[in-house]
């Protein structure tokens, strides 16, 4: 009945589970009850609270927990994805540097580090932190998305693709990424026609997925590029229909415009001259 470990490591299973967050908060709560000098039963109740949007108490766990034990990495990570939940991301900088000076290791703390900096326009540094965390986690997929479209807005297209390709392959299919990955390789006239299988491919999952204006574009675009001009006007016209339900009149129309140009037989080959923030 005292076993404050069992309970924690309990707790923490059934705050995976779905449905299953109230019991897991009475759980831990008993855990670090039990025994409030150990460092794990406050980590564990400190996830649980941020999830349920206590953030203030989550805070108070979390230095508990360091407190008790402050070279764990692992809690500094998740505390420094705390911070940032609560807008102190300079607070939020210093606890992932800390888990990674602790332990470099640490990919998932090298990720929210990157997505801080690149949210304060560090995008250089962002960057770089996903590279190393890409070293230690080459199959996350998100970590890998994260990436491509760091270097999409950077102007590497390369290596935006490489890693598109890499986050598809690791079975992340984000929507917003598979539209850029498509528009990225339909836009360059460079492109093989494996390639522009790929971006249809891609842009039709997306498509599939939200419905929304940016994925239909890039379909269309694709489409247009293996001159299947008749799928492209119809998906072009979709897109911009999108746009104005989106409330986006600039990119409708932008969208009319490269309608227009596939209904004479001529494909779109000139990339933004803008792109758009990571989301």
Known sequence: ERNYEARATLAYALFKSPGRLDEALELARSAVEICPARPYPHHVLAII???????????AQY????REAPLDAITRSDFGGLL??????????????????????????????????????????????????????????????????????SGDRSGAVEHYRAAFAAGERNPTWESNYAWLIA???????????????????????????????????????????DDAVSNAAAAANAADAEHQPKLAGEIR???????????????????????
């Open 49 to 59: 609270l941020q999830e349920r949007g206590n953030y203030h108490e989550a805070h």
């Open 63 to 66: 230095e508990a927990a360091l």
């Open 84 to 153: 940032v939940k609560m807008g102190r991301d300079e607070q939020a900088i210093a606890q992932f540097t800390r888990s990674i000076d602790l332990d470099p290791t640490q990919a998932e703390a090298r990720h929210n580090l990157a997505i801080v900096l690149a949210n304060h326009n560090h995008l250089d540094e962002a960057i770089a932190q996903w590279r190393l965390a890409i070293r230690y986690e080459p199959q996350d997929g998100v970590i890998q998305g994260w990436l491509a479209e760091a270097l999409r807005v």
């Open 187 to 229: 836009t360059d006239s460079a492109s093989s026609d494996d390639e522009l299988e790929q971006a249809v491919k891609a842009s039709n999952d997306a498509a599939d997925q939200t419905g929304k204006a940016m994925a239909l574009d890039a379909l269309a675009a694709a489409l247009a590029r293996m001159g299947r001009f």
């Open 257 to 279: 415009l490269r309608l227009n140009a596939y209904r004479l037989g001529h494909p779109y080959l000139s990339a933004p001259s803008t792109l758009p923030a990571i989301p």
